[in-house]
């Protein structure tokens, strides 16, 4: 070999991140060190990078060693393997047209040397399969990922609230909750969901009260959550449960965090495609109501008008259309706040609740808890035995198989018959949890609003004001400077039921003539209708409509 040549050692990992193939450059640039020394090498520069060689023009060592060679300022390459200097057809061409017309001498390799007068076809064939097992592997992993896909598994990295499974079979990984995050994520989605908060105070109170941080992964996570990366995840359509992939929906295996229904309303809230609307000044109401006309959005904006009389400006707030809707003309005029605001609280007055009936509900609901926490103990005792009776039929049957008094057919039988009874009774002994969780508040919560909505919404507080106004109901409409409100069921069963309640009492108190006893049935009667006509239900909602105008 001539001594007078000058060596390049090139070293390259496939891959941009840092803890993936950390330690290939640094084996490669060890080993062919090894080598010069051995060898007598003159090596005057070492060129390492962390890119893919399957697209050309893509990496600067690589570039950097071509101008070398034309420079003729080496004449000798050292590399790992031919497929570490390229993996694609042109950047082949380049190294085996510089090895042909001697620009290059040599290029030595931990398994050969290549020298100019080596025949091309040797040359070609190795460069051709190093760029075949790219392209192969390519194929293999969209392949692999496709499938994963579609056996229901999403092949990324999921968002934020789940993890990939750490499975040693790679490929067959599947999705799981994060323990640690998912509850905050449900929580992040349900303050969206109230239409009250913005995304920035979403993600401000996540970080702050509830301590979200990114999942850790080897070096990488464990910090903050960005607001882009929030943006991003109220417009992710996998926690509805299913995935976007190559173009494509895939129904997800996994366990969803919002309904549909959810995920629509968060988009309505946050804009088209998810994007959120630019805001400059706090209105309590955007983002709430949509034209009649139109359907499009109804926003805000401050006016300043002159008083000539005494030379000061002032500033109004309108609720106007946006006006946003391509081909429909919308000549729906603005209104003020202060008007919007007069006619919500004419609804609210119209259907909020007496003090009386206010206390006979409370004085109902006292008893029907105690009646209710009777009656769900009672049940729950008997779901509970089940449980424990079906369980002791599993445990009884695998006992019989032990000591062969039934066949492993038999026992297969009778533990899928007891397997699907236990499913369904334990989901009943979680319905009666829940029924005891939510019952008792959500009543009292109901009562409590239908009695002081009415100063809540008085106050100055502009949360608290859309806070109230969401609660009202839903799908709120502005038409001829109108509010148009769908109120909640329960809301107007409340107040219907004060009226026919109300007057039921007024009659008992008149009538002098009832004796204690008949006074005292008449009184539980009244307990009786309360109960009957109650329908808190608040899952699904379907108001009548009101139009809110001013006396």
């Not at 990078?49 to 390459?77: H, P, T, W, Y």
């Not at 990939?164 to 799981?176: A, F, V």
């Not at 009649?292 to 008008?305: G, L």
Request: charge should be positive; proline fraction near 2%.
């Amino acid at each position: 070999m001539n001594n007078n040549i000058k060596w390049v050692i090139y070293a390259r990992k496939s891959t941009e991140s840092e803890d993936k193939q950390i330690q290939s450059i640094d084996d490669q640039t060890k080993y062919m060190r090894e080598i010069a020394t051995r060898e007598g090498l003159n090596v005057i520069e070492i060129i390492t990078e962390s890119k893919s060689a399957k697209v050309k023009n893509n990496r600067e060592g690589f570039s950097r060693l071509l101008s070398l060679i034309d420079s003729g300022k080496v004449q000798g390459i050292l590399c790992w393997k031919m497929d570490r200097l390229s993996r694609n057809p042109v950047e082949s061409a380049n190294i085996q047209e510089a090895l042909q017309l001697r620009k290059l001498e040599c290029i030595y390799t931990a398994e050969r040397k290549y020298w100019p007068e080596d025949n091309a076809l040797i040359f070609a064939v190795e460069q051709g399969m190093a760029n075949q097992y790219s392209r192969d592997l390519s194929k293999n992993v969209k392949r692999g990922m496709q499938s994963k896909a579609e056996k229901g598994w999403f092949p990324n990295i999921p968002p934020i609230g789940y993890l990939n499974s750490k499975l040693r079979d790679k490929g067959n990984e599947t999705i799981l909750i994060d323990e640690e995050r998912f509850k905050i994520v449900r929580k992040m989605w349900d303050l969206m969901l109230t239409g009250t908060y913005s995304l920035p105070q979403v993600l401000r109170i996540a970080t702050n009260d509830w301590g979200l941080t990114t999942p850790t992964r080897k070096k990488l996570g464990g910090k903050a959550v960005s607001i882009s990366y929030v943006y991003l995840m109220f417009s992710n359509e996998f926690y509805t449960g299913t995935f976007k992939y190559s173009g494509k929906i895939y129904q997800g295996k996994h366990k969803p965090m919002i309904t549909r229904d959810e995920f629509d309303k968060v988009q309505m809230i946050l804009g088209k495609k998810g994007k959120p609307r630019a805001k400059t000044h706090s209105f309590p109401f955007t983002g709430l109501l949509h034209c009649s006309d139109c359907s499009a959005i109804i926003t805000a904006s401050e006016k300043q008008k002159l008083v000539k009389s005494t030379n000061t400006v002032n500033t109004y707030v309108y609720y106007h259309c946006t006006k946003r809707k391509k081909y429909v003309k919308c000549y729906s005029a603005p209104i003020r706040v202060e008007e919007l605001e007069k006619q919500v609280i004419s609804l609210i007055e119209k259907n909020s609740i007496n003090q009386k009936f206010y206390d006979l509900a409370l004085e109902v609901f006292k008893g029907m808890h105690e009646v209710e926490v009777d009656t769900r103990q009672a049940i729950y005792s008997t779901q509970l035995r089940n449980v424990e009776v079906t369980q002791a039929k599993i445990d009884r049957a695998k006992t019989f198989l032990f000591n062969g008094t039934i066949s492993e057919e038999e026992y297969k039988t009778q533990k899928a018959e007891c397997e699907s009874d236990l499913v369904r009774q334990k989901a009943q002994l979680l319905e009666t949890e829940k029924r005891a969780q939510n019952w008792n508040q959500l009543t009292e919560d109901a009562f409590h609003f239908a009695k002081y909505a009415i100063n809540a919404f008085s106050s100055d507080d502009n949360q608290i004001k859309k806070e109230v106004i969401t609660s009202l109901g839903w799908n709120h409409e502005i038409k001829s400077k109108e509010v148009l409100i769908n109120l909640h069921s329960w809301f107007t069963v409340l107040k219907n039921g004060e009226i026919d309640i109300t007057e039921q009492m007024r009659r008992l108190e008149l009538n002098k003539t009832l004796t204690p006893e008949r006074r005292k049935e008449a009184s539980a009667s009244i307990h009786t209708r309360l109960c009957a006509g109650l329908d808190l239900n608040q899952r699904s909602p379907k108001g009548d409509r009101f139009t809110v105008c001013c006396d």
